[in-house]
């Protein structure tokens, strides 16, 4: 698949300082740009022990299943619009689901899941289910999913377009959108803002571990969180010996 602007991988750079600063950081940053809605709904990690997931979106739309389209058979054509999601992913990328928040049938399975992993996929987002969980539970593919169904998309889904804008857990996800994904959840990043969002997150990040040390320690509130000038000068020379780490 040819890369676009929107689709293109992120700088290595841009990635060190999303993997350092958390969502809920990110979503502080996206606030103060005029953005509420970009948390993903209804979701939890499936496999929480892995590393933060960092990609860029690749959407995939289903539609309810209907009974004379979506029965077993349909799987045996390797063209079928869902494993040609699947073999189209590309590194770097995150496979994005529109499920419709629906979660009586999973979304996919391991063996897709595992398959998107050998891809270079960095984790699945889904707001429906995921069978298998045992499987995404070792699995080194951050996922982050409504519930676990034992059910076959076949029974709900009917997988129709492939990077289209979609709606995930009630956020608009357009291919080459860059979404973070930790404990807290996943947030979705407008690709055009993601430089900046994700220096102005790192630094706030960075600020913020000083700033927790400093409470720890049991300083009051007032003059440190939010800092003052003094506390920022305090910073500043304490930047001389923890330089920020994603740089």
Not at 7 to 32: C, D, H, N, V
Not at 72 to 94: C, L, N, T
Not at 100 to 119: D, F
Request: net charge negative.
């Amino acid at each position: 698949m040819a890369e676009t602007p929107e689709t293109e991988p992120l700088a290595e750079g841009t990635l060190k300082a999303l993997r350092y600063a958390s969502t809920a950081t990110i979503t502080t940053q996206l606030l103060s740009r005029g953005l509420r809605n970009q948390l993903v709904q209804g979701l939890k990690p499936l496999n929480p022990t892995r590393d933060k997931m960092v990609g860029v979106a690749f959407t995939l739309r289903y539609i309810p299943a209907r009974e004379d389209l979506d029965e077993p058979s349909v799987f045996q054509d390797y063209d079928h619009p869902q494993r040609k999601a699947v073999e189209s992913v590309q590194p770097g990328q995150v496979l994005v689901i529109d499920s419709r928040q629906q979660q009586r049938a999973a979304s996919l399975g391991h063996i897709l899941a595992t398959r998107l992993l050998r891809r270079g996929c960095t984790g699945v987002v889904t707001d429906g289910s995921v069978r298998d969980a045992d499987g995404f539970a070792a699995l080194d593919l951050p996922t982050f999913a409504a519930n676990p169904s034992a059910n076959t998309n076949l029974i709900q889904h009917h997988a129709v377009d492939m990077q289209v804008p979609i709606g995930c857990g009630e956020v608009a996800v357009y291919p080459g959108d860059v979404l973070v994904g930790d404990v807290d959840g996943v947030v979705v990043i407008p690709r055009h803002l993601v430089v900046e969002v994700a220096e102005a997150a790192a630094q706030q990040e960075h600020l913020e571990v000083f700033v927790l040390d400093k409470i720890e320690a049991g300083e009051a509130l007032r003059g440190v969180y939010p800092p003052d000038e003094r506390t920022r000068a305090e910073y500043q020379e304490w930047l001389q010996d923890n330089p920020h780490p994603w740089r």
